[in-house]
């Protein structure tokens, strides 16, 4: 047999798990912080699509005719997708989302009328502070009743 002679000598070979560690740990660091910061850029898309999809509802339901309220109820319905429902604080849902943002459209042409809320040109901050990464426009069109 070739291989019975061959002895591995365990005071040359301490130190080479050392460096292998060396080697793996930094990319695995960054993919560990990858992985983190996916999952919180799909946490805040799926939280403006809820928050949109909610504001859309709310805006459904009144009628753009009545010009009167129906203006207070558009800006209700920023507010909602921006701050959420019974947030009396002001705080966004989602950091970086404000008023500015969202923009409530109705078709009062179409049969039956629509409405459409939309956020655009939202900018998700990565960790790695001057990085950025802008959604594309999340937007729900529904029937007004």
Do not use: C, H, W
Not at 113 to 133: A, D, G, S
């Amino acid at each position: 047999m070739l291989y019975s002679n061959v002895r591995i000598n365990n005071k040359s070979s301490r130190g080479v798990i050392a460096v292998e560690v060396a080697l793996l740990l930094p990319i695995l660091i960054v993919l560990a912080l990858s992985i983190a910061e996916f999952g919180r850029a799909i946490y805040q898309y799926n939280t403006l699509t809820k928050s949109v999809r909610d504001a859309a509802r709310f805006i459904s339901q009144y009628d753009p005719d009545n010009p009167t309220s129906y203006g207070d109820k558009v800006d209700e319905a920023k507010q909602l997708a921006v701050y959420g429902m019974g947030n009396m604080s002001k705080v966004p849902l989602v950091p970086g989302l404000s008023v500015d943002i969202v923009d409530v459209r109705s078709d009062r042409e179409s049969v039956p009328k629509t409405v459409t809320v939309e956020i655009k040109n939202f900018q998700f901050n990565l960790i790695i502070n001057p990085l950025t990464i802008t959604f594309d426009p999340i937007q729900v069109t529904m029937r007004q009743l």
